[in-house]
């Protein structure tokens, strides 16, 4: 950085004190060095609108001679200049005079550039993430983008802290198995309450988990619960629920199974009380829909049913690995795009599952028979229980949501 000194230059600092040190002169030396920051020349005049009494008799003083009687006071910066190299007050000029009163002068090019430096070595904690989570390459430019990670920490050195505890975070999600956000905070982090609400941390979390898991936008403290335990994250065991239909094995599952309603089951009751049937299939959807028009379509006759409603919850993950202990085989349906390859593999990582009309050819068949079906959009995922299944997706370039094919779903309910 080019930056302005007096180190090695000769003034006389009490004369100089003496004619430009004056709060008089405060004005007259600010404009100097607002010139010098910006690289201008230190000729022509400086004007000053409605100087008081003591601004004029300053520069009566530095000048010699009275100024002027007009309602402004003007001086011009080569005659100072002239006037302090003649009077050896300063003999290298004005320039030399402004820096030995006010210290270095940092040309603002210069500043720009270097403060542009720190921010661009202020994400390196996300480009180190993105490294090992390739899924949150997306979230990182539209960080870099949005001027969020600026907003939340207002200069660079605060930037990368802030950037390197949400990589730690991260790094360590989901959590498996659940547990309580101030505990994943304490052992992560060292605070219980890092990750406490509207703090910059716990903002910029959160942001990166609806890119890790796909959970939807939104705001209010039940969205904050959900996206938390869509992660293994809980505020509280009440939080975190999972919808069943069909499903037997307490006296509140079996009377709800019975008329043929959905229940809703909170982590708390899972660990507390899970349900004690052994069934031999249960089937796995993805979207709350499906499970409502199985309840319509079925009602006390459906199978067991259970909705992940998007990302796998605490209590989702909960039952369902209960139930495959028990034996129970799973079968998975979810949407054919991008985020429903991440929900089925964050799923697949957790607990064993069977696709359900969830293959390659179920999705050609799916997309020959829905000419109507959005385009498909974001980051390509791969599908492990079927590595087929990504490159077709590239190649049809089309979504097929399971709301598209919930004739055959019911069908196979019925069966």
Known sequence: MSTLDTSTVRVD????TRLLGDPGCAWLVNRARRRMERGEPLTGPVTLAAPTDGERTAAERLLGRAPGTGRSLSVRLDEVDALLRRSGVSPDGLAVAVIALTGPVTLLSDAREQEANAWRDAYAPLTALCVERPELADWSAQIRRSGLLRRLAHTPD?????????????????????????A????????????????????????????????PDGTGAEWRREAWASTGLLKDALSSTVLTLGLRGTPALDWTAGTGEPAVLTLRQLTRTP??????????????TVLATAADAHGPACPPLVCLQGQPSAAA????????ARGA??????????????????????????????????????????????????T????????ELRPTLTELGVRVEEETVLDDLLTDLAS
């Open 13 to 16: 600092r009490d004369r100089l």
């Open 158 to 182: 605060a930037a990368r802290a802030l950037l390197a505890s949400t990589a730690t975070v991260l790094r360590g999600l989901p959590a498996d198995p659940a547990v309580s956000l101030p």
């Open 329 to 378: 085989k799973l079968l998975y349906h979810g949407d054919f795009d991008w985020g429903g390859l991440r929900i089925a593999t964050a799923l697949l990582q957790r607990v064993p599952w069977h696709p359900w009309r969830y293959t390659t050819s179920d999705y050609r068949t799916a997309a020959a028979t829905n000419p109507l079906a959005p385009p498909l959009t974001g």
């Open 380 to 387: 390509p995922a791969d599908a492990s229980w079927d590595p």
């Open 184 to 215: 994943f905070a304490a052992r992560t982090l060292g605070n219980a309450h890092a990750l406490d609400d509207n703090t910059p941390l716990a903002t910029l979390v959160l942001s990166g988990i609806r890119a890790l898991t796909g959970f």
């Open 317 to 324: 993950l909960t039952l369902l690995r209960h139930l495959h």
């Open 275 to 288: 349900p004690l049937a052994e069934p031999r299939v249960v089937h796995v959807c993805e979207n709350p």
